[in-house]
């Protein structure tokens, strides 16, 4: 019974690029979560995504980022252009109801 | 003001000792409250949920929710080496944004 799976776990990247996040929620799991932990501080919610729909991305910049969860495959996280700013660990929780979230291992993403 | 505020220690005390780890919050409309546990460089897990005041117990863990004074706990008995981790409490409105709000987190540490 694998848990929430997130690939790559650490990704570099120079200024400029893009980094694609992918996560697999648990088995039977429909909801979707984005979270960002920068160093020494708390996550950060970012989107609330349900298969084919964006339920709530009010934690996520304006530009730049980008998350969509299709019928088929896994949640994926898209960030452009990459900047500096960006270097923090993103985590992807799925949830079967709606209270309990459990965590993936995270992506470590460094920019360069 | 955070919504949800949490000393980030860090937090060092004797293997057996009794540990209390806790959170203020300051928006009344919160529902369930969590605890999770983060070791260094992996995922979130969670430890316990809450909803109501009251305690809540699952083997050396015990969850203690005030909501008039807008308080929350955890304890460890008989803390052990293995215990230590950063702890994060966390807490949720199931009616609209789904999104969990998260404390700082508390570094702990277990010594032999």
């Known amino acids: 019974n694998a848990g929430v799976m997130q690939n790559p776990r650490h990704l570099v990247r120079r200024r400029g690029q893009e980094a694609r996040l992918r996560c697999s929620p648990m088995?039977?799991?429909?909801?979707v979560y984005w979270y960002r932990q920068l160093p020494e501080e708390g996550l950060k919610f970012m989107v609330y995504?349900?298969?084919?729909?964006?339920?709530?991305e009010s934690g996520m910049p304006k530009e730049r980022f980008s998350a969509e969860f299709p019928k088929e495959g896994p949640s994926i996280l898209r960030i452009q252009q990459v900047v500096r700013g960006d270097s923090a660990a993103y985590f992807c929780?799925?949830?079967?109801?709606?209270?309990?979230?459990?965590f993936g291992p995270g992506t470590r993403l460094l920019v360069l | 003001q955070k919504e949800v505020e949490q000393d980030p220690g860090p937090l060092s005390v004797p293997e057996g000792a009794i540990v209390s780890l806790n959170c203020t919050y300051s928006?009344?409309?919160?529902?369930?409250f969590m605890w999770y546990r983060q070791y260094s460089r992996k995922g979130p897990e969670l430890l316990m949920y809450?909803?109501?005041?009251g305690n809540k117990e699952d083997g050396r863990f015990t969850a203690q929710v005030d909501k008039s004074s807008k308080y929350i706990s955890l304890f460890i008995r008989d803390s052990q080496p293995s215990d230590s981790a950063t702890y994060l409490c966390?807490?949720?409105?199931?009616?609209?944004?789904?999104?969990?709000?998260f404390g700082q987190g508390t570094r702990l540490t277990i010594n032999p």
């Open positions: 088995k039977g799991h429909s909801h």
């Open positions: 929780a799925s949830s079967g109801t709606q209270e309990t979230q459990y």
């Open positions: 995504l349900q298969k084919e729909n964006i339920i709530d």
């Open positions: 928006n009344s409309a919160f529902q369930y």
């Open positions: 809450t909803y109501s005041s």
């Open positions: 966390a807490m949720i409105i199931i009616q609209g944004a789904q999104k969990l709000v």
